[in-house]
């Protein structure tokens, strides 16, 4: 049982190219979220699905595009990439809430991306 | 808007010290609030939430609504508690969305 797996682990890029991270949930959670990291902030949400088929913007969203094609992968693109995209970005993935129960989110490893 | 502070970035303590990690927040609604830690080249896990009231690994943590704090206690660190530990807020309305602080990185010297 891998959880929350994201792929891949690290990249590199030039400014301006494109590229899409994969996250994966084998828990049949329905909620599914991309974070980014960066020093002193915390994580901050970019995008979230509450479903297959539906996505929501979250606190930081511009630049990036989300799809939620199927239920367990979220995918994270970035059409022309820059330099204030370099960050660490982690998927997570939840049940929804039951009987006014928030569930706790469920984490990848992350993925480090360095934008030149 | 919502919000989670926390006012230091490192906390350095020796083994066996006490340890208190803070964490303020603003919210408008009733707020729900957790304890995720980042060990070493690990991932982001949960460690507490405020509703189960419990204790894991030897941390509590409370919460006051007077003073919008829910800081992370622990009697006597230990060398392996060393991590960054992130505090946040859920947003039960927004898909469950998570707000953050900023995060504390702890240090426990030997």
């Known amino acids: 049982n891998a959880g929350v797996t994201q792929t891949p682990k690290f990249r590199v890029l030039k400014t301006g190219q494109s590229m899409t991270l994969l996250c994966a949930q084998d828990?049949?959670?329905?909620?599914m979220y991309w974070y980014r990291q960066d020093p002193g902030m915390g994580l901050r949400l970019i995008h979230y699905s509450v479903g297959e088929g539906t996505t929501a913007k979250g606190e930081v969203p511009d630049g990036y595009n989300v799809s939620r094609l199927k239920k367990q992968n979220f995918l994270l693109g970035l059409e022309s990439a820059a330099p204030s995209q370099t960050s660490v970005y982690f998927c997570a993935s939840s049940l929804p809430p039951g009987r006014g129960n928030n569930q706790p989110q469920h984490f990848g490893d992350g993925t480090r991306l360095s934008i030149l | 808007a919502q919000r989670v502070t926390q006012p230091e970035k490192l906390l350095s303590v020796f083994k066996g010290a006490p340890v208190e990690l803070k964490c303020n927040y603003s919210y408008s609604g009733s707020p729900e609030l957790f304890w995720y830690v980042q060990y070493s080249r690990q991932r982001l896990q949960l460690l507490l939430r405020h509703i189960s009231r419990e204790s894991i690994k030897g941390f509590t943590a409370d919460l006051n609504k007077g003073e919008t704090s829910f800081h992370l206690k622990k009697p006597f660190a230990q060398e392996e508690d060393s991590a960054m530990y992130y505090c946040?807020?859920?947003?039960?309305?927004?898909?469950?969305?998570?707000?953050f602080g900023g995060g504390t990185r702890l240090m426990v010297k030997p």
């Open positions: 946040a807020l859920i947003q039960s309305w927004a898909g469950n969305m998570l707000t």
């Open positions: 828990m049949n959670h329905e909620y």
